[in-house]
């Protein structure tokens, strides 16, 4: 599976911006794959940020972004999106996306290493 992941760029705060990662893989729908959002601010080691399950039944969000953010899947459109809002200086930072095939369950992974595919990252700088 090849992520890719875009929509980045420089907002203001409060702000809002949605990321997009469009998955590829002929014969491997993005329904059947969890998909995570993490973050790298500078300086900083990667945090994980939200997370979908394959059904798209369950959602986990980092506790610093629960309530502004949010995560969905478009199945058809074989694309992931995190809908960014009420955006801050501390969500500056390369966001990545990431996915891990999960036939039809409820997991979500917090972890780096329980996703198996990684899309290159996209910058979000919010500054006023």
């Known amino acids: 599976v090849q992520l890719q992941a875009s929509g980045g760029g420089l907002v203001q705060p409060g702000d809002s911006l949605t990321l997009s990662c469009a998955a590829s893989?002929?014969?491997?729908?993005?329904?059947?794959?969890?998909i995570g959002w993490f973050r790298q601010p500078p300086g900083k080691k990667r945090e994980f940020v939200a997370g979908?399950?394959?059904?798209?039944?369950?959602?986990d969000y980092a506790d610093s972004v629960q309530g502004r953010f949010t995560i969905n899947k478009d199945n058809p459109r074989n694309t992931a999106y995190l809908q960014m809002n009420k955006l801050n200086p501390d969500d500056t930072a390369v966001y990545f996306c990431?996915?891990?095939?999960?036939?039809?369950?409820?997991?979500?992974?917090?972890?780096?290493?329980?996703?198996?595919?990684w899309g290159q990252g996209t910058q979000v700088t919010v500054s006023s």
């Open positions: 990431a996915a891990t095939f999960r036939y039809r369950t409820r997991d979500i992974g917090r972890t780096e290493d329980w996703y198996n595919y």
């Open positions: 979908i399950s394959s059904t798209g039944g369950t959602r």
């Open positions: 893989a002929p014969g491997r729908p993005i329904s059947n794959y969890a």
